[in-house]
């Protein structure tokens, strides 16, 4: 089964850290670009990250700008998200999506989601 499974979710209180991974598995994903979604409950799905397929181009969201890090390991078929400095606002479920664009595509418009982690920032 073709999948992406985030992990690395929790709670951590308002200042803190977290580095959320996204395991793809069933095939490889390194010619795809990636990106990390998040959805608080009430909200549509909003774009945090996204990465080329070969990781030279990022884009972020301007609200997490500065503070989170997309990176992929091509070799491990897994995508990183290090969250520092987290807010409240941070809350809620991340997403992991592929698409078979090459470039970063910061719309919702990919073509295979995970099933989410959650994250909750405490103040």
């Known amino acids: 089964q073709v999948q992406l499974v985030e992990s690395g979710g929790g709670l951590v209180q308002a200042g803190g850290s977290l580095r959320l991974s996204c395991a793809a598995s069933?095939?490889?994903?390194?010619?795809?670009?990636m990106g990390w979604f998040r959805q608080a409950p009430g909200k549509e799905r909003e774009f945090v990250a996204a990465?080329?397929?070969?990781?030279?181009?990022?884009a972020y969201a301007d609200s997490v700008k500065g503070r989170f890090t997309i990176s992929r390991d091509r070799a491990k078929n897994t995508v990183y998200l290090q969250m520092n400095s987290l807010k409240p606002e941070d809350t809620a479920v991340y997403y992991c999506?592929?698409?078979?664009?090459?470039?970063?595509?910061?719309?919702?418009?990919?073509?295979?989601w995970g099933q989410g982690t959650q994250v909750t920032v405490s103040s």
């Open positions: 069933g095939r490889t994903f390194s010619n795809y670009a």
């Open positions: 999506a592929a698409t078979r664009a090459l470039g970063v595509v910061t719309t919702t418009k990919y073509d295979l």
């Open positions: 990465i080329s397929w070969n990781g030279g181009s990022t």
